[in-house]
Each structure stands twice: as C-alpha cells, then as structure tokens.
C-alpha cells in the first residue's frame, strides 16, 4: 500500500528552525508533484509549497518565500521541509502529499496520497 511518513515536527521557539520530512514507501516519486500543506485550528488547508521530482522547479507561498525550502533526495523517496526563521502564525499541523501530474500546483483535491501529519508549534 502506497503510504507517505512525515517525520520532524515538534515544539521550536520563534526564530528557530525546523527539517520536516516525508517519505514514501512502495513508490518513488518519479513523474510526482510532491507538496507540502499546513492547516491550523479553524483554517482551510493551505498549500505551503511543492516541487516537481521533473525538473525541480518549486513553488512558495508568499508568506514562506525566502524562509522556507523544499527539496527532494537523488533517490526521488523523500522530500524534505527546511522552515527557517519560524513565526508563530506557522504553527499547524504540516502534511505531505503526492500528485501524479506535472504541473505545480497547490490545490489539495489534485494530490492522490496524503500523509498522517506532523505538527509544528512555534511558541515562547
């Protein structure tokens, strides 16, 4: 069964940074548009940034851009989240998720495989 693992939430102080990761078993990402996705309490799901396992070209929600970096290994089985300069209004519960097209895109109902979630607080 096709599953996506999120690894490396937790609990960090304003300013500090975070490495989220995602790793998918009994596929590789080849030919996927892998995103990332937060939702906090009483908030729609927001799509944070994706990248293409293509070309490698990516996407950032503006209020990320020059704080966070997405990236995926040679292997094409992980995916990974580098959150730098964490504010609190990062705080959510971050998913993975996978889409079998090309195209970046961050629109939830177009990604097939959703991970568990990891939650990030960001808090003094």
């Known amino acids: 069964q096709v599953q996506l693992v999120e690894s490396g939430g937790g609990l960090v102080q304003p300013g500090g940074s975070l490495r989220l990761s995602c790793a998918a078993s009994?596929?590789?990402?080849?030919?996927?548009?892998m995103g990332w996705f937060r939702q906090a309490p009483g908030k729609e799901r927001e799509g944070v940034s994706c990248?293409?396992?293509?070309?490698?070209?990516?996407y950032y929600l503006d209020s990320v851009k020059g704080r966070f970096t997405i990236s995926m290994d040679n292997a094409k089985t992980t995916v990974h989240l580098q959150m730098n300069s964490l504010k609190p209004e990062d705080t959510a519960v971050y998913y993975c998720?996978?889409?079998?097209?090309?195209?970046?895109?961050?629109?939830?109902?177009?990604?097939?495989?959703w991970g568990q979630g990891t939650q990030v607080t960001v808090s003094s």
């Open positions: 998720a996978a889409d079998r097209g090309m195209v970046l895109t961050t629109i939830p109902q177009t990604y097939h495989y």
């Open positions: 009994k596929f590789t990402l080849d030919y996927h548009v």
């Open positions: 990248i293409s396992s293509s070309d490698g070209s990516a």
